[in-house]
């Protein structure tokens, strides 16, 4: 069984930053990508950053320059440091992650429960 946890979000003003942990734990072999999505009241869930096993991080192009995601591969852990943050920016972000237990090849893809970023202006 495995399972993701989100921490860190919150409420902060427009221009103010905030740091996203999501926390993969169980039964793992091998953490492939781990990603983060958000979805916005009305709006379909969309992804924000990706960051593949070993490699650079993708961003949407609505968080570029002000959002960095990174891995703590040791600790099965990906964050998402965002910075100038925005009203447009507020929905629940969720951590995303393609996972491989021991003695299977294919993953499985899991989420995390969300966590509410609320940005006011």
């Known amino acids: 069984q495995v399972q993701l946890v989100e921490s860190g979000g919150g409420w902060v003003q427009a221009g103010g930053s905030l740091r996203l942990s999501c926390v993969a734990s169980g039964t793992i072999f091998r953490i492939e990508t781990m990603a983060w999505y958000r979805q916005a009241p009305g709006k379909q869930r969309e992804l924000v950053a990706e960051?593949?096993?070993?490699?650079?991080?993708n961003y949407a192009d609505s968080v570029k320059g002000r959002f960095t995601s990174s891995r703590d591969y040791g600790k099965n852990t990906a964050y998402l440091q965002m910075t100038s943050l925005r009203p447009e920016d507020t929905a629940v972000y969720y951590c995303?992650?393609?996972?491989?237990?021991?003695?299977?090849?294919?993953?499985?893809?899991?989420w995390g429960q969300g966590t509410q970023v609320t940005v006011s202006s």
């Open positions: 960051m593949p096993q070993g490699g650079n991080s």
């Open positions: 995303n992650a393609r996972i491989r237990p021991p003695f299977v090849l294919r993953s499985t893809e899991y």
